[in-house]
């Protein structure tokens, strides 16, 4: 199968689709990987990296999706992409669709077939192809949200785990998962005071005796969680529901009874966001104010470091990737139901019933899928 890697062109997203030795596994198999000139350097990638495992540089996007069939990308294609996609091509990327009208007309109108790396699933029933991501995001959420609460950048003034003498600072982490796990792993390493709220009474279980006291976990109801965050210096949005939108879990009306100078870091942006007040931002401009409340919303926050990233995302993505250049998308989906289960759009149509209903469009199971 001809591979092609493009360049992301997300503002401040320098991970990319395919590392070299991704590329030198499916060269080995057979396959034509073609890689946009420059496409690694934010990775620390050269073109020399790729030429040396068989990969051929082509000079632009334009040229990358004209000779190529399968396309590995890592964010969301932005307009100009989805111009370029036909219904000859399949998308292997994320998505984050359920809130994106717009990318998801795109991607309509193109006809391509486009699968969703948040939705792909295991045996387990986790999303391994969120998840090295979703440890990223929750493992740097804390090294910025420290940032965030100095003085310097508006913050309290208080320094995250505290010293000898004086209070460290009170971190609400909403959601069990994999991001609220290693969110609240770098917290306690930093001695925080931490609570994890979660809606799943095994989950928070698990989360008990994993972090054998060092953790406070609730059940999250409206109540509990309203009363925490008043009294949070710092709250960590990582709520996920597969394919749909975040739901809202702090108000605005919240916003005042919380300290000034409060931070809230929304890991779930991606998907909308958990906080009715959030709206995406970057790397480049990542905080800003409401109410005296701090919010950091950069929707690609791996992005800001993108080797560690791409390694951790290649690690889990190179299986499917090889599986559809070996058999083709269709029947690479018809063998693996947890491939099928990133399938998003086919022909013109939403083909994920949660994505469908959160965009308010039809849902429409593609005539060929037999899983």
């Known amino acids: 199968m001809r591979i092609g890697v493009p360049t992301e062109i997300k503002k401040q997203e320098s991970r990319v689709g395919l590392t070299p030795e991704s590329v030198g596994e499916l060269t080995r198999a057979g396959h034509e990987v ?24 082509l000079p632009d996007a334009d040229a990358v999706f004209a000779a190529s069939e399968l396309i590995v990308k890592v964010k969301e294609p932005q307009p100009e992409e989805t111009a370029r996609l036909t219904s000859d091509h399949t998308l292997f990327t994320y998505l984050h669709l359920a809130p994106d009208p717009v990318q ?28 090295p991501m979703s440890q990223v995001a929750g493992r740097m959420s804390m090294q910025v949200a420290a940032w965030a609460l ?29 991001s609220g796990t290693h969110a609240a792993e770098i917290a306690v390493g930093m001695r925080a005071d931490v609570t994890i709220f979660d809606r799943d009474n095994n989950r928070l ?21 309203a009363e925490a965050v008043k009294d949070a210096d710092l709250v960590i949005g990582a709520v996920l529901i597969p394919g749909a939108s975040a739901p809202k879990l702090v108000s605005r009306a919240q916003l005042s009874t919380m300290k000034p100078g409060a931070v809230l870091v929304d890991i779930a942006i ?21 109410d005296g409340i701090l919010h950091y919303c950069v929707a690609n926050m791996p992005g800001a470091v993108p080797r560690t990233s791409t390694y951790a995302l290649n690690n889990a993505t190179l299986p499917f990737v090889m599986q559809i250049a070996n058999k083709g998308a269709r029947e690479a989906i018809n063998t693996n139901p947890h491939l099928a289960n990133g399938l998003t759009v086919d022909g013109g149509k939403i083909a994920h019933e949660a994505v469908a209903h959160d965009l308010g469009e039809a849902y429409v199971r593609p005539a060929w899928l037999t899983v």
């Open 34 to 57: 073609n890689i946009q000139s420059g496409a690694g350097l934010g990775s620390g990638f050269a073109n020399d990296a790729y030429t040396l495992v068989g990969a051929k540089i």
């Open 104 to 131: 998801a007309g795109g991607l309509m109108k193109s006809g391509c077939l486009a699968i969703a790396y948040e939705t792909v699933t295991d045996d387990e029933g986790g999303l391994p192809l969120l998840r």
């Open 150 to 178: 100095m003085r310097t950048t508006r913050g309290r003034g208080i320094l995250l785990g505290g010293v000898p003498g004086v209070m460290p600072s009170k971190v609400v982490i909403i959601g069990g998962g994999v």
């Open 205 to 225: 279980a698990e989360l008990d005796e994993q972090f054998r006291g060092s953790v406070k976990t609730m059940y999250s109801t409206a109540h509990s969680l």
């Open 270 to 290: 991606d998907q909308g966001g958990c906080f009715e007040t959030s709206h995406a931002t970057t790397h480049e401009d990542p905080i800003y104010d409401v």
